[in-house]
């Protein structure tokens, strides 16, 4: 009886996401490993709405071996999911960057002085391989600063390397990336080791920003579960997360 009701206030009190702006995520219909469809990317988008999202940044992955999107690819996607969105009546503020693979077709891009695409002003969002850090990210940070953008790495927490050695989190700080953990790693949804990293980079004050790198209804779920968004206000619940304009101040 006694847990009966315990569960129900629970059930209660778990609120919206600690955030409005949700700056990573794979809800473009057919472009990447995220959203396959117009139908999903809608429900996905609901989803993130009555979370309390309000402005999302919709990043697909630019993978010079998988997925080599570019402005039209990505442009003619968010157009496809806009007007959907507006059909519908989910009154989002949407728009779209990508999530750069620091891979050599990367080098390429700044190479061939290609734009890129930003989150805002000149960030970009950045990822690594899981399971073996670039010895040259140095020289690739050189060339991504010296072409006048500011990254952010995605899911620190996510890096094998970076588990092991937790004092990588500040150099790669020092180094001029900003962290941006995801949420459903406190949850402990990508294992224990990517949990135990998540907590050590926020409670260390290492990360301005998280975001739901929302690929499926899987991910939904488990944002939308209401324990999880009760853990996600305690670890979270003082901060000031996701605002652009701050992070650019101190960048
Ligand atoms: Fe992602």
Do not use: W
């Not at 847990?3 to 209660?12: C, L, P, R, T, W």
């Not at 778990?14 to 995520?25: A, C, K, N, Q, Y």
């Not at 998988?66 to 989002?92: D, P, V």
């Not at 072409?147 to 995605?154: Q, R």
Request: glycine share 6%.
């Amino acid at each position: 009886m006694f847990n009966f009701f315990k569960k129900k206030e629970k059930d209660i009190i778990p609120g919206l996401l600690p955030f409005s702006t949700d700056i990573h995520s794979h809800i473009l219909p057919g472009i990447d490993d995220g959203s396959p469809d117009i139908d999903t990317s809608l429900q996905l988008v609901q989803g993130l709405y009555d979370l309390g999202i309000r402005r999302s940044i919709a990043t697909p992955h630019i993978i010079g071996d998988m997925y080599r999107n570019n402005a039209s690819t990505i442009f003619a996607a968010l157009e496809k999911l806009k007007e959907a969105c507006a059909n519908a009546g989910i009154h989002i503020e949407l728009s779209a960057a990508a999530e750069y693979m620091l891979d050599d077709y990367f080098l390429e891009l700044l190479r061939n002085n290609e734009p890129l695409l930003t989150i805002q002003d000149n960030i970009i969002l950045t990822e690594i391989s899981y399971t073996s850090t670039p010895e040259n990210l140095d020289e690739i940070l050189n060339g991504i600063t010296a072409a006048g953008y500011v990254p952010i790495l995605a899911h620190p927490e996510r890096y094998h390397y970076f588990q092991q050695n937790l004092s990588g989190y500040q150099q790669l700080k020092e180094m001029g990336f900003i962290l941006q953990v995801n949420i459903l790693s406190l949850a402990g949804y990508y294992g224990k080791r990517a949990q135990k990293a998540a907590r050590f980079i926020l409670d260390n004050d290492l990360a301005p920003l998280v975001g739901t790198d929302l690929h499926h209804h899987r991910h939904l779920e488990a944002l939308s579960n209401a324990d999880n968004r009760i853990l996600f206000r305690e670890v979270l619940g003082d901060k000031v997360l996701n605002d652009l304009d701050l992070v650019l101040k101190t960048a």
